[in-house]
């Protein structure tokens, strides 16, 4: 009879193989000669073959700072520091070189004359709208949206905050024949590189954009078939017309636009790549990085930057009706060593952004503590992480995340810290200074 350990234990020592099936190193992908715009088709037909990692090795790359090692992780979980009052985590944020932030939405545009609301705001350091990009606002509501997000980015600029724009160009659920642009799955690639440009226009004449989410998941996998993944080809205009290209067009486009519009791509704005993938060691993840390779590389060679994108990881941590942490295939992916490993590979690539992070269906606080300790810890050590952003912090305690439990708050119903804001400034606190 196996030894039983708690669930709380398990959640620190699931993992302990150390990414047994880990990602493989980048392989780089070169541009078709005479035209840096194009990125070469992947072949789907089979399933890529993933090189296990050394047992508790770190891959050495070039990075703003030395990564820390995997053996300076806690072997035990460590309890909340007691802090003597609440403070900004956007100050403790910058203290460790980070953004902290937090996902607002247009449907609570009416909260922007309340103080204590934009006081709210203040505590984080990004601020970013998830609701306005789609196209029930952005093209059915554009006078009111705009409107919005240009109130939204003046307030983040006079403010000092760091405001993004959330994905432009995503090809799930948006382009169904009840959509505002249905009409570009039957247009010209000029219709629908007019209407690519004309939606970049649009968010790049807000006053304050500091970074962009060109593309949202353009590769689709099923957990339950690990090979069975690829291009989003259904009801995408994109790929469509592009092919497999459409991605590494998006981002040219984004960042010859973002130059006209006055904005410094690369620099002063960052252009990111967003993904749902945030599992590793997966066949779907390997192949997604060999994309980021393809697209850095051309990129980096077309505009003579670098680092020309940022990685950006949606990041929900959600339990199915019945699930534990201790009985659910989330746990693994959520040991710290794990994730060092996994943010570090990325990180060769570009830096790496947690972003829509929420928990649901753990319903121990202190489990719930866990969760976000050990991937907001991973972010700061990896040295990778350019910002970690809470999904929808305000009042999200009372948002049901599905039909068995409710997502724990950041900030509770008249804006005051609650768990996770008070564990995340625990973490940022223990961090000053190293």
């Not at 990125?39 to 993933?50: Q, Y």
Request: hydrophobic share 40%; with cysteine; proline share 8%.
């Amino acid at each position: 009879m196996g030894k039983k350990i708690s669930r709380r234990a398990f959640l620190w020592q699931a993992g302990a193989a150390f990414l047994g099936g880990a990602l493989t190193a980048c392989q780089q992908i070169t541009p078709t000669p005479g035209n840096p715009g194009t990125l070469p088709p992947v072949d789907l037909t089979s399933t890529p073959t993933l090189q296990p990692e050394p047992a508790g090795t770190i891959p050495a790359f070039h990075t703003r700072s030395t990564p820390a090692a995997a053996q300076d992780l806690p072997t035990q979980p460590a309890q909340p520091t007691p802090t003597s009052k609440t403070v900004r985590l956007a100050d403790l944020a910058r203290g460790v070189g980070i953004d902290i932030g937090a996902m607002v939405r247009i449907t609570d545009q009416e909260r922007l004359v309340d103080p204590r609301y934009l006081d709210a705001l203040l505590r984080f350091s990004l601020i970013s709208d998830s609701f306005a990009n789609q196209f029930y606002w952005s093209d059915l509501h554009t006078g009111q949206t705009f409107a919005y997000l240009e109130q939204v980015s003046t307030f983040c600029k006079a403010r000092q905050r760091q405001f993004g724009v959330e994905y432009l160009f995503s090809p799930w659920g948006h382009f169904q024949k009840d959509s505002k642009p249905y009409h570009l799955l039957s247009a010209s690639r000029a219709e629908v590189e007019t209407w690519m440009i004309d939606r970049l226009k649009r968010f790049l004449s807000l006053p304050h954009v500091t970074s962009l989410v060109v593309t949202n998941n353009p590769i689709f996998s099923n957990p339950q078939q690990p090979g069975n993944f690829g291009w989003v080809e259904d009801y995408n205009p994109f790929y469509q017309m592009f092919g497999p290209e459409w991605v590494i067009t998006a981002f040219r486009m984004a960042w010859e636009q973002a130059q006209k519009e006055g904005k410094k791509p690369g620099k002063e704005l960052r252009l990111v790549y967003q993904t749902n993938h945030t599992k590793p060691g997966t066949p779907v993840i390997n192949f997604e990085f060999k994309l980021l390779a393809a697209l850095v590389e051309n990129l980096s060679k077309s505009f003579g930057v670098g680092r020309p994108i940022d990685i950006s990881l949606n990041f929900p941590v959600d339990l199915q009706p019945g699930e534990t942490l201790a009985s659910s295939t989330v746990a693994s992916a959520l040991d710290p060593a794990t994730l060092i490993v996994f943010f570090q590979r990325l990180g060769q690539l570009g830096d790496v952004r947690i972003s829509g992070f929420r928990i649901s269906g753990v319903e121990d606080p202190q489990e719930q503590r866990l969760v976000l300790r050990n991937v907001l810890e991973a972010c700061l050590q990896s040295k990778v992480c350019k910002s970690f952003q809470f999904a929808a912090p305000l009042n999200a305690g009372a948002q049901p995340a599905t039909a068995h439990t409710k997502i724990p708050a950041v900030l509770n119903e008249n804006y005051q810290p609650d768990l996770l804001y008070q564990e995340a400034q625990s973490v940022l606190e223990r961090y000053q200074g190293k």
